[in-house]
């Protein structure tokens, strides 16, 4: 069975910071691009950030140059670092894999940013 987790969404204010971790566990995870979605209240989700499996890095227009996507293969985790936070970030984070034949999402963590 393949797993998901987010962790670290949170509430911070316009401008601040925070680093979004998704620990998967049933893949081979070296081998996958993984996604970063986020669903605003009333919206569509959107992808926000993809890396390949080779460590390649692709935005959407909103967020590049302030947030950063990794990944660390040992840990089978993929990370989101996002700073100068805006309200329109707010949204909550999946994040998202297509492996073994189907698509797999976490649970998701909220993002709110006040201004």
């Known amino acids: 069975q393949v797993h998901l987790v987010e962790r670290g969404g949170g509430s911070v204010q316009a401008g601040g910071s925070l680093r979004l971790s998704c620990a998967t566990s049933g893949i081979n995870f070296k081998i996958y691009a993984m996604n970063w979605h986020r669903q605003a209240p009333g919206k569509q989700r959107e992808l926000v950030a993809t890396?390949?499996?080779?460590?390649?890095?692709n935005y959407t227009e909103d967020v590049a140059g302030r947030f950063t996507v990794s990944r660390d293969n040992a840990r089978s985790t993929m990370y989101l670092q996002m700073n100068s936070l805006k309200p329109e970030d707010t949204a909550v984070y999946y994040c998202?894999?297509?492996?073994?034949?189907?698509?797999?999402w976490g649970r998701g963590t909220q993002v709110t940013v006040s201004s």
């Open positions: 890396i390949s499996s080779g460590g390649s890095a």
């Open positions: 998202n894999v297509k492996a073994r034949g189907s698509n797999w």
